[in-house]
């Protein structure tokens, strides 16, 4: 079963705003991941964050987490056309070094 | 996509006869996972495995089986293809399994089950 949803399913922006991402989970999670897959690619990873942390930057990334909410995001800034991908938040929860998954979201990055 | 080959890229087989999926690494990772992606269901465990020829289960372990001989191969059998099987199966590795360790995937292969 998924554990993470992201929302929305897709988001089409002009090169040079910003965008948001936001991923909602059900369960208690140790960490959270953020990956990026291109067109006919593998997944890369993103950033990682910790239950115990609430925001975390790496390079134009900025993601946060509330872990009451059971929910994070994750903001790009200033996009470029090579940002347009899918976007998948990933989780770990207690007891469990699996990694599951939520269904993505597609962003287009508009020149 | 580090160090990481799967094989084939795209295959088209039949219901009803066996395929196998290669995944090799070049990284020494001890994690090897295989994945499926399907639209409206993301990316699903399939197997994984923690070292040669110990593997578990994953979510979605029906109808496939794995084997890990060596280090570097991780291969992903489907005894009997169904249509349901059609879809992209991705590899993963990791170094040591922890919870906050990040993933590092193949390219992919596309199977079509006619």
């Known amino acids: 079963s998924q554990q993470g949803e992201e929302d929305p399913q897709a988001l089409s922006i002009q090169e040079g705003e910003n965008a948001t991402m936001n991923c909602s989970y059900k369960?208690?999670?140790?960490?959270l991941q953020w990956y990026r897959q291109n067109s006919g690619r593998g997944l890369v990873h993103l950033i990682l964050?910790?239950?115990?942390?609430r925001e975390k930057h790496s390079g134009r990334l900025r993601v946060t987490l509330d872990t009451s909410k059971k929910s994070s995001s994750l903001l790009i800034t200033a996009s470029r056309a090579a940002d347009t991908a899918s976007y998948f938040c990933?989780?770990?929860?207690?007891?469990?070094?699996?990694?599951?998954f939520g269904k993505g979201t597609k962003l287009s990055v508009i020149p | 996509d580090a160090g990481i080959t799967q094989s084939p890229r795209h295959k088209v087989t039949e219901t009803g006869t066996p395929v196998t999926l290669r995944c090799h690494q070049t990284?020494?990772?001890?994690?090897m996972y295989w994945y499926r992606q399907d639209p409206g269901h993301g990316l699903r465990l399939i197997h994984y495995s923690y070292g040669v020829k110990d593997t578990d289960k994953g979510e979605v372990s029906d109808g496939y089986s794995v084997s890990r001989s060596k280090t570097e191969d991780f291969l992903l059998t489907l005894e009997s293809a169904t249509s349901s099987q059609t879809s992209v199966y991705f590899c993963?590795?990791?170094?040591?399994?922890?919870?906050?360790?990040?993933?590092?995937f193949g390219s992919g292969t596309q199977l079509s089950v006619l």
């Open positions: 990933a989780t770990t929860g207690a007891g469990s070094y699996q990694l599951t």
């Open positions: 964050i910790r239950s115990n942390e």
């Open positions: 369960t208690s999670i140790n960490n």
């Open positions: 993963a590795i990791s170094e040591t399994g922890a919870d906050n360790e990040k993933l590092f």
């Open positions: 990284e020494n990772h001890r994690y």
